[in-house]
């Protein structure tokens, strides 16, 4: 994993631009009412080039735990440097978990990995916004459509942690019926060398 390409930093220390458009560790609830703090710190990422040479673990790139559309703010989609909240190496890592216990590649759709604030899918309300939630459309040569294939490989997920939740089947609010959705909570990641007063 080359890591020397990632740069930390502090999301308060950024232009209020982009501050507005990621909320460090702004307060937000939940759709239970809970409370939960945005991520603070972040990765900066140079290019798409570099995001594609970033191995966050052995079969998972950064660029696809960051590929959205144009549901995302028109600045944070167009212009570079891209910012993920650095809990995406935990994401990334239990990733590799559950590919190694499925034996099989695994699919994260787009919009489906890291989403801002911002993003018009769910917004701060979503847990995409924290870097911790992972959409996977396809494992191997399985589409996860149907009630059978996403109860398989949830059943999978939720066996590798306690900290893993998985969405359950259906088009309902908090369900899903084309794609597995996984995450691993309201975690957030402080780098070492970052100080946590404001
Ligand atoms: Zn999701």
Redesign the pocket.
């Given at each position: 994993m080359n890591t020397q390409l990632f740069r930390a930093i502090d999301g308060l220390k950024l232009p209020a631009e982009h501050r507005a458009l990621l909320r460090p560790g702004e307060s937000e609830s939940d759709s239970h009412g809970n409370v939960h703090h945005l991520p603070r710190f972040f990765y900066e990422v140079a290019s798409w080039q570099e995001a594609h040479e970033i191995r966050l673990a052995p079969h998972f790139k950064l660029a696809e735990l960051m590929t959205v559309d144009c549901r995302e703010a028109e600045l944070l989609l167009r212009e570079f440097p891209h910012y993920v909240p650095c809990a995406i190496v935990l994401l990334a890592r239990f990733l590799e978990d559950f590919r190694r216990e499925v034996d099989a590649p695994v699919f994260v759709s787009a919009n489906?990995g890291y989403r801002s604030p911002a993003h018009q899918m769910g917004g701060a309300k979503s847990i995409?916004a924290w870097g911790t939630?992972a959409?996977i459309y396809r494992v191997g040569d399985t589409f996860l459509d149907d009630i059978k294939s996403i109860e398989k490989y949830a059943a999978i997920a939720v066996s590798l942690s306690p900290a893993v939740l998985v969405?359950p089947f259906g088009s309902g609010a908090g369900e899903?019926d084309d794609h597995l959705?996984l995450?691993l909570g309201f975690l957030t990641l402080t780098p070492r060398q970052c100080s946590e007063t404001s």
């Open positions: 489906g995409h939630a959409d969405r899903a959705h995450d």
